[in-house]
């Protein structure tokens, strides 16, 4: 009794989450995502437009390193593809037996090739700036995959009487507003293989959905797996309600 | 356990049903426990990114005839060789003696001149001599262990020593004329 | 010594000879007389030990896979998360299960609060609780640094950084702490194993905890005595099955969090590996820390000659110690609030001011949140040193039952008085 008080209590608390507050007071706009819910599920068109976003648009500066090329399995791709995507990028191995270290063409159980050797150079590629890696950053940042799709689509012109500091560029949800990212998407800066329309609207809701699935690919078995475990226990619990009333009948 | 509470009032069938719910409450219960204990269990299988490399491709192009390569697999030796014709005709005559781990030859090979076979002695699980040219090759002009004296054959099997078996083959498959994949 | 039941299993009997588990089970949970008035509230004991368990199995699950260095760590934990069959499930539980068994053990305090359970004969028993709970909360503060995201590392670093506030050896107490000269490798390291160790440690002190339960016997919502037969059942089978229930209501709550909502009670920062050079727009502790946290940082002025930063420190111990001697604090006659018809009010006003202290402990210490906080630790201070003392001898109680068995039947034993066959204990 009082623990479906208890379990009310924190259903309210979440629906009443409403829209998010970033850090500095900014309301970031609640949208819908095909991952979001009980029965969310990854949209698999959405995550190889993603693929493709990241592949052209952001593997130049960002690392992905905690995925491997066998990972894009879930996103439908068949063995051969996997591998050729794979192949496309040269991993360091060795040392052979001449004491040297060689380049190959990655294979799918490699990680993804990071842009950068270390975090210096990639300072150093970017007037000092981290592009920070982005396996996690959906669940990283407060506000999720809403506050990444803000961030994307905020990039605007500095209002009146804001200065931006040179090697930076304004934005409408980032902490500080100055972020030293230029904007990444641009219309039709992609052209997508299943011909979908490359709005910047568009290349943002699927690099986000790409995303939310790099943070973590196991979602779907979670909450499919979360079903069948609720529907047990309500059946289990209400069994034992029973025998509870029958032990005590006696007493009542 | 001692007899306890007993309801005086209550019928035959109410403690029948009592006892039904009881025992569906139990097995439910039992099925969720095993349910939970499994999951944990399966945690210690071989995780996903151990699995992935439960296969390897090996190029063979630069292997040239008599000369042997080994390579690790799952963790493991795999002895490659280009044998010669004179290694070939050996291991088939082979077939015609008592061995102690029968095989033909040709059900140890998919192309006679590519011996492919797990480089662990079947005895105690050292690794034989024989890969390179300088190697002691054993009575049988294969391979050599030297932790108790196994000698295997120009094709692996078993001739003397206290190995009970032939040195395994692994499953592998010609990608093409020069690669295979192993496992 | 109640009638020792005759086994007639013969394998049963042997064992029992040389080693009676089985005479044992039979006394403590098979014949052991509970009050029949108990309610829900009395359920989260055995929640908690529940708990503890699954959190003992997920961990040592876990620890399997986890490696405990500063470069390895964050990634083992993603390892498991992604590449180790199932590993996801088993971190969910865990993580969930610490959020988890604060719930319950926070909801059992309270109810020990409102019923004066703690009054004697069981001082021992609360003590022993409170000694669980200062365990909890180092096991808790340990297991969250082993991720090694960002709020592990400053999280790690403000608390154990606490310690230099004592005059005198503080600065050296740290050193030590560490390792070293900051939270590195070393302070891992040790957190494991101490991480690992800590549970073991909490489990005997359940154990004690259940023994002394069962020397003076569970209390009730009236808080009066089991006089006689009539007013208790014995724990198998009324209790194994409320309990059953308890637990099936609970599993669900779990259940939920863990496949449904697996991040709700942690922080984004987290899934951000640990590093020394940038520090997190804002530290906060895991949830269950907070009201603490606010005590801490509500002391913002130096008292005496004791610093600011020191008397936070002993403000947010002794809130803590001060738990230890509230059995001696309490003055009432009587022990359940439901008796108490001023008590009753105050402790929700504790309990108020223990939800605002916690939402404190999650805003920035400015403003509003700056004076609720002082005014919040205040409060908690005097309801322990002041209200407590004097209430009880001012209060007059309403007029207690005659007995646990009237108080459930409404007047009279009847057909309910055969219906507990155990025998009652001599205590």
């Not at chain 1, 060795?94 to 300072?123: C, H, I, Q, T, W």
């Given at each position: 009794m009082r623990k479906a008080m208890i379990s009310a209590a924190a259903a309210v608390m979440m629906a009443l989450a409403g829209p998010a507050l970033a850090s500095g007071g900014v309301e970031i706009p609640k949208r819908e995502w095909s991952f979001e819910g009980l029965f969310g599920t990854y949209d698999r068109a959405s995550m190889q437009r993603g693929l493709q976003i990241y592949k052209e648009n952001c593997s130049g500066c960002h690392s992905l390193n905690l995925m491997y090329y066998r990972n894009l399995a879930d996103l439908g791709y068949e063995p051969a593809q996997i591998k050729a995507f794979a192949a496309e990028n040269e991993v360091q191995d060795g040392p052979n037996n001449e004491g040297e270290m060689y380049d190959r063409p990655a294979l799918p159980s490699d990680r993804f090739v990071k842009p950068f050797p270390n975090d210096n150079a990639a300072r150093a590629g970017n007037n000092g700036a981290l592009p920070p890696d982005l396996s996690l950053m959906v669940e990283a940042r407060v506000g999720g995959p809403n506050y990444l799709y803000a961030l994307l689509t905020g990039f605007t012109d500095a209002p009146e009487g804001v200065t931006v500091m040179e090697g930076m560029n304004y934005n409408k949800v980032f902490p500080g507003h100055q972020i030293a990212m230029a904007p990444p998407l641009s219309d039709d800066g992609v052209e997508f293989t299943d011909g979908t329309k490359a709005t910047v609207d568009q290349q943002a809701q699927d690099i986000v959905t790409f995303l939310a699935w790099t943070s973590e690919p196991n979602m779907e078995a979670r909450k499919k797996m979360g079903l069948k475990v609720m529907i047990f226990l309500v059946v289990f619990t209400g069994l034992l309600i029973a025998v509870k009333k029958r032990v005590w009948a006696d007493v009542h | 356990m001692a007899d306890t509470a007993t309801s005086p009032d209550t019928g035959d069938d109410d403690a029948g049903r009592r006892d039904f719910l009881v025992l569906a409450a139990s097995g439910m219960g039992v099925v969720g426990v095993a349910s939970f204990a499994w999951p944990l269990v399966h945690t210690m299988n071989p995780s996903a990114e151990v699995l992935a490399l439960s296969t390897i491709e090996v190029n063979l192009d630069p292997i040239e005839e008599g000369q042997s390569i080994t390579v690790v697999w799952q963790g493991k030796p795999v002895f490659i060789r280009k044998r010669t014709g004179a290694e070939v005709a050996e291991a088939e005559k082979g077939d015609a003696i008592d061995l102690r781990d029968p095989q033909k030859d040709g059900d140890r090979v998919q192309k006679p001149e590519w011996l492919i076979m797990?480089?662990?002695?079947?005895?105690?699980g050292c690794i034989p001599l024989g890969q390179k040219g300088t190697d002691p090759k054993g009575e049988f002009g294969g391979w050599f262990c030297p932790c108790h004296g196994s000698h295997y054959d120009t094709s692996g099997r078993i001739r003397k020593g206290p190995a009970p078996k032939n040195l395994p083959v692994p499953p592998y498959k010609f990608v093409d004329d020069k690669t295979i994949l192993i496992g | 010594m109640n009638t020792a039941p005759q086994w007639k299993n013969p394998v049963i009997r042997w064992v029992d000879e040389r080693l009676p588990v089985f005479t044992y089970m039979d006394h403590e949970y098979g014949q052991f007389p509970m009050p029949k008035n108990l309610n829900y509230f009395w359920n989260f004991g055995a929640l908690a030990s529940i708990i503890l368990v699954t959190m003992i199995v997920t961990g040592i699950v876990l620890a399997m896979q986890y490696t405990p260095h500063v470069d390895y760590a964050f990634n083992s934990v993603e390892r498991i998360m992604r590449d180790v069959n199932y590993g996801w499930l088993v971190r969910y539980i865990h993580m969930n299960g610490g959020s988890m068994f604060f719930i319950v053990v926070y909801i059992h305090m309270f109810r020990g609060l409102y019923y004066g359970s703690y009054k004697a004969p069981r001082e021992l028993l609360w003590i022993l609780g409170v000694v669980i709970l200062l365990l909890m909360m180092a096991t808790a503060f340990m297991g969250y640094v082993l991720p090694w995201g960002q709020m592990s590392y400053w999280g790690a670093t403000v608390i154990t950084n606490?310690?230099?506030?004592?005059?005198?050896?503080g600065n050296w107490i740290v050193t030590l702490l560490w390792g070293g000269f900051a939270v590195d490798n070393a302070t891992l390291n040790r957190f494991f194993a101490l991480h690992y160790l800590m549970p073991f440690v909490l489990f005997a002190v359940v154990a004690l905890h259940v023994v002394a339960l069962h020397m003076t016997k569970s209390s009730n919502p009236d808080g009066i005595e089991m006089k006689g037969p009539q007013d208790s059942v014995p724990f198998h089978p009324y209790f194994t099955a409320k309990d059953a229930v308890g637990t099936g209501f609970f599993l669900l709550f779990f259940a939920f969090f863990v496949f449904?909502?697996?991040?709700?009670?942690?922080?984004?920062?987290?899934?951000i590996e640990a590093n020394p050079l940038v520090t997190p727009a804002h530290i906060v502790p895991e949830w269950y820390f907070l009201p603490f946290y606010a005590i801490l940082r509500s002391i913002t002025f130096d008292v005496l000659f004791i610093p600011a930063k020191l008397m936070g420190v002993i403000l947010m111990f002794g809130s803590i110690m001060i738990l230890f001697i509230l059995p001696w604090l309490d003055t009432a006659k009587v022990r359940s609030a439901k008796y108490r018809p001023i008590y009753k009010y105050v402790f929700w006003i504790f309990f108020i001011d223990c939800i605002a202290l916690g939402w404190v402990g999650s805003?920035?210490?400015?403003g509003a949140a700056l004076i609720i906080g002082q005014l919040g630790t205040f409060y908690y201070f005097i309801h322990f040193l002041v209200v407590m003392p004097v209430l009880g001898k001012i209060e007059t109680p309403l007029p207690l039952p005659a007995s646990i068995a009237e108080s459930v039947t409404g007047g009279g034993g009847g057909a309910?008085?055969?219906?507990?066959?155990a025998k009652m204990e001599k205590p």
């Amino acid at each position: 009794m009082r623990k479906a008080m208890i379990s009310a209590a924190a259903a309210v608390m979440m629906a009443l989450a409403g829209p998010a507050l970033a850090s500095g007071g900014v309301e970031i706009p609640k949208r819908e995502w095909s991952f979001e819910g009980l029965f969310g599920t990854y949209d698999r068109a959405s995550m190889q437009r993603g693929l493709q976003i990241y592949k052209e648009n952001c593997s130049g500066c960002h690392s992905l390193n905690l995925m491997y090329y066998r990972n894009l399995a879930d996103l439908g791709y068949e063995p051969a593809q996997i591998k050729a995507f794979a192949a496309e990028n040269e991993v360091q191995d060795g040392p052979n037996n001449e004491g040297e270290m060689y380049d190959r063409p990655a294979l799918p159980s490699d990680r993804f090739v990071k842009p950068f050797p270390n975090d210096n150079a990639a300072r150093a590629g970017n007037n000092g700036a981290l592009p920070p890696d982005l396996s996690l950053m959906v669940e990283a940042r407060v506000g999720g995959p809403n506050y990444l799709y803000a961030l994307l689509t905020g990039f605007t012109d500095a209002p009146e009487g804001v200065t931006v500091m040179e090697g930076m560029n304004y934005n409408k949800v980032f902490p500080g507003h100055q972020i030293a990212m230029a904007p990444p998407l641009s219309d039709d800066g992609v052209e997508f293989t299943d011909g979908t329309k490359a709005t910047v609207d568009q290349q943002a809701q699927d690099i986000v959905t790409f995303l939310a699935w790099t943070s973590e690919p196991n979602m779907e078995a979670r909450k499919k797996m979360g079903l069948k475990v609720m529907i047990f226990l309500v059946v289990f619990t209400g069994l034992l309600i029973a025998v509870k009333k029958r032990v005590w009948a006696d007493v009542h | 356990m001692a007899d306890t509470a007993t309801s005086p009032d209550t019928g035959d069938d109410d403690a029948g049903r009592r006892d039904f719910l009881v025992l569906a409450a139990s097995g439910m219960g039992v099925v969720g426990v095993a349910s939970f204990a499994w999951p944990l269990v399966h945690t210690m299988n071989p995780s996903a990114e151990v699995l992935a490399l439960s296969t390897i491709e090996v190029n063979l192009d630069p292997i040239e005839e008599g000369q042997s390569i080994t390579v690790v697999w799952q963790g493991k030796p795999v002895f490659i060789r280009k044998r010669t014709g004179a290694e070939v005709a050996e291991a088939e005559k082979g077939d015609a003696i008592d061995l102690r781990d029968p095989q033909k030859d040709g059900d140890r090979v998919q192309k006679p001149e590519w011996l492919i076979m797990i480089g662990l002695c079947t005895h105690l699980g050292c690794i034989p001599l024989g890969q390179k040219g300088t190697d002691p090759k054993g009575e049988f002009g294969g391979w050599f262990c030297p932790c108790h004296g196994s000698h295997y054959d120009t094709s692996g099997r078993i001739r003397k020593g206290p190995a009970p078996k032939n040195l395994p083959v692994p499953p592998y498959k010609f990608v093409d004329d020069k690669t295979i994949l192993i496992g | 010594m109640n009638t020792a039941p005759q086994w007639k299993n013969p394998v049963i009997r042997w064992v029992d000879e040389r080693l009676p588990v089985f005479t044992y089970m039979d006394h403590e949970y098979g014949q052991f007389p509970m009050p029949k008035n108990l309610n829900y509230f009395w359920n989260f004991g055995a929640l908690a030990s529940i708990i503890l368990v699954t959190m003992i199995v997920t961990g040592i699950v876990l620890a399997m896979q986890y490696t405990p260095h500063v470069d390895y760590a964050f990634n083992s934990v993603e390892r498991i998360m992604r590449d180790v069959n199932y590993g996801w499930l088993v971190r969910y539980i865990h993580m969930n299960g610490g959020s988890m068994f604060f719930i319950v053990v926070y909801i059992h305090m309270f109810r020990g609060l409102y019923y004066g359970s703690y009054k004697a004969p069981r001082e021992l028993l609360w003590i022993l609780g409170v000694v669980i709970l200062l365990l909890m909360m180092a096991t808790a503060f340990m297991g969250y640094v082993l991720p090694w995201g960002q709020m592990s590392y400053w999280g790690a670093t403000v608390i154990t950084n606490l310690f230099s506030a004592i005059p005198l050896v503080g600065n050296w107490i740290v050193t030590l702490l560490w390792g070293g000269f900051a939270v590195d490798n070393a302070t891992l390291n040790r957190f494991f194993a101490l991480h690992y160790l800590m549970p073991f440690v909490l489990f005997a002190v359940v154990a004690l905890h259940v023994v002394a339960l069962h020397m003076t016997k569970s209390s009730n919502p009236d808080g009066i005595e089991m006089k006689g037969p009539q007013d208790s059942v014995p724990f198998h089978p009324y209790f194994t099955a409320k309990d059953a229930v308890g637990t099936g209501f609970f599993l669900l709550f779990f259940a939920f969090f863990v496949f449904f909502a697996p991040n709700f009670f942690g922080e984004p920062d987290n899934y951000i590996e640990a590093n020394p050079l940038v520090t997190p727009a804002h530290i906060v502790p895991e949830w269950y820390f907070l009201p603490f946290y606010a005590i801490l940082r509500s002391i913002t002025f130096d008292v005496l000659f004791i610093p600011a930063k020191l008397m936070g420190v002993i403000l947010m111990f002794g809130s803590i110690m001060i738990l230890f001697i509230l059995p001696w604090l309490d003055t009432a006659k009587v022990r359940s609030a439901k008796y108490r018809p001023i008590y009753k009010y105050v402790f929700w006003i504790f309990f108020i001011d223990c939800i605002a202290l916690g939402w404190v402990g999650s805003q920035p210490p400015e403003g509003a949140a700056l004076i609720i906080g002082q005014l919040g630790t205040f409060y908690y201070f005097i309801h322990f040193l002041v209200v407590m003392p004097v209430l009880g001898k001012i209060e007059t109680p309403l007029p207690l039952p005659a007995s646990i068995a009237e108080s459930v039947t409404g007047g009279g034993g009847g057909a309910s008085a055969g219906a507990a066959a155990a025998k009652m204990e001599k205590p």
